[in-house]
């Protein structure tokens, strides 16, 4: 059952609306305004176009609140803890009741699950108390949700918008849309549409599975790389002091080769005046 939406701005995380299942009281309205400032923050988080299930322990709402991405398993889904101590103990429907039955923090408290869909200038974002296998569901009224609010508002008129600056006017749509869900919850999960959402999930987290794989082996790549750079490193020093020693050594073989041909020369120049003079003074000339 589909017990709280929240409409939020991509730009600066306001609530433009939001809708509790009636007779549902707790905190979740708080973390999910903590879960928009999170997004707000840092958009990579869920991007456009883009779907993601965070999870929230409620022991963790004093210090700001921890949030983790879930990933497509069965056993990541629902919420946990004492229904009651987290709805307030008030009149929620047996869906509501049952909630609490799976998914406890490690410290005891509450586990709050929430299913976003980042849409152009907006992040949907519904809370259910389902254990995970009808979680194509609410990523389908998600998306229905993305399309009426799209068709009525225009990403321009969405970022000059106030807090909760459509409230009045399309809380009435929400409620509609979340009854036609949670009435109609079962047959919707084998809609083709939803098995098809559902499915993409599980890809995902085969995706997820499979880049973390190629980090991995990347990260064994890079540091071969690393050695053969420090290595290749180590032999290009090498070589450049070898290069200056042979520098070296090739300059002072020129300047004794330039030597020996100077003295060649001059001793050339003083045997041709000697055989010219005939070993004395040379004869004037007539």
């Known amino acids: ?93 047996s869906g509501a009741a049952t909630a609490g039955k799976s998914g406890a923090g490690a410290g005891g408290g509450l586990d709050h699950y929430f299913h976003v869909l980042h849409g152009e200038s907006a992040f949907y974002i519904c809370l259910s108390d389902d254990t995970g296998r009808q979680t194509g569901v609410n990523f389908s009224y998600l998306e229905d949700l993305q399309r009426d609010f799209a068709a009525k508002y225009t990403p321009n008129k969405i970022n000059r918008a106030n807090a909760y600056g459509m409230n009045k006017a399309f809380r009435p749509a929400i409620e509609k849309l979340v009854h036609h869900y949670n009435v109609n919850r079962e047959d919707l999960a084998t809609d083709k549409r939803v098995l098809q959402l559902s499915s993409q999930v599980d890809d995902l987290k085969n995706v997820v599975g499979k880049n973390i794989g190629l980090i991995l082996q990347r990260g064994e790549s890079i540091g071969q790389l690393a050695s053969k750079s420090e290595q290749m490193e180590a032999d290009a020093s090498v070589f450049k002091k070898r290069s200056t020693t042979l520098k070296r050594k090739m300059c002072m ?29 040379c004869k004037a000339s007539d």
């Open 1 to 93: 059952m589909i017990i709280y939406t929240v409409i939020g701005k991509e730009e600066d995380g306001a609530v433009l609306v939001e809708s509790s299942h009636e007779g549902v009281e707790g905190n979740y309205p708080l973390i999910a305004t903590q879960l928009l400032e999170k997004l707000r923050d840092d958009p990579s988080l869920v991007p456009n176009g883009n779907r993601k299930t965070f999870i929230h322990r409620e022991d963790d709402l004093e210090s700001g609140g921890n949030f983790a991405v879930c990933g497509g398993s069965d056993s990541l889904w629902g919420l946990g803890a004492s229904a009651s101590s987290w709805f307030g103990g008030g009149n929620s429907s």
């Open 253 to 281: 073989e020129n300047l004794k080769t330039n030597a020996m041909l100077i003295l060649v020369a001059v001793a050339l120049i003083v045997f041709l005046a000697l055989a010219i003079c005939g070993g004395g003074k």
